[in-house]
């Protein structure tokens, strides 16, 4: 069953169209990537598909509704840049954070919230420093925490954008293979990267945007390095290429 369907989606972003006549549909249990270059337009995909940029026209459906009326089922996670680390609040608070709609604002948690709070930091291996201000934490460790608070949505679908950048090996490794596992038990799990060539061995779907659409299909059928020369908007003789193993 689709978790998420986007059917001729246009976008356009101070007078200038960022993306245009995209389809996408994507089922219970797919770990997809969205690759492109910069300015491809995979972060506005993201930001529409959670409701919060306007179509110039088409439409999105998560779980059979618009995404404002389906938030509770998508989790997202930003880029790190984007959350105000400065800010005085602890992990578990941060985490907590990812729940207001369900919460409620000037409401106290309910035991429920409380407790998907606790399995999400467990899940990020972030349990022991729960209660540690934000402003003290390493990139990777932020990341983690960025991660738990869309998990502690339960979410059926998962957004990440860019979740690798700048990251050390050993976070990485963690991460990805929890997005894996969550792919396993049913989730839905869309993620934009620049790392293609470690999408093309993760991803069980890869989809190529460059403001619209170039390809979409598993990794193994994506072989053709027209496709590749399109996507990115470079030559034969580009490295890009060679690191994918599709050079001519």
Known sequence: MSVLEVQGLSVRLGGRRVLRDIDLSIGDGEFVGLIGPNGAGKTTLLRSVLGVVRPESGRVRVGGAPPRQARAGIGYVPQRHEFAWDFPISVEETVMTGLVRDVGWFRRPRQEHYDAVADAIVRVEMGALARRPVGELSGGQRQR?????????????????????????????????????????????????????????????????????????????????????????????????????VAT
């Open 145 to 245: 925490v960025l991660v738990a608070r869309a998990l502690a949505l339960r979410p059926r679908l998962l957004l990440l954008d860019e979740p690798f950048t700048g990251l050390d090996m050993p976070t990485q490794e963690l991460l990805l293979d929890l997005f894996r596992g969550l792919a396993a038990e049913g989730r839905a799990v869309v993620m934009s990267t620049h790392d293609l060539a470690g999408a093309m061995h993760q991803c069980s779907r890869l989809c190529l945007v460059n403001r619209t659409v170039i390809a979409d299909a598993r990794p193994g059928e994506l072989r053709d390095p027209a496709i590749w020369m399109r996507a990115f908007d470079v030559q034969a003789t580009n490295p890009i290429l060679a690191v994918l193993g």
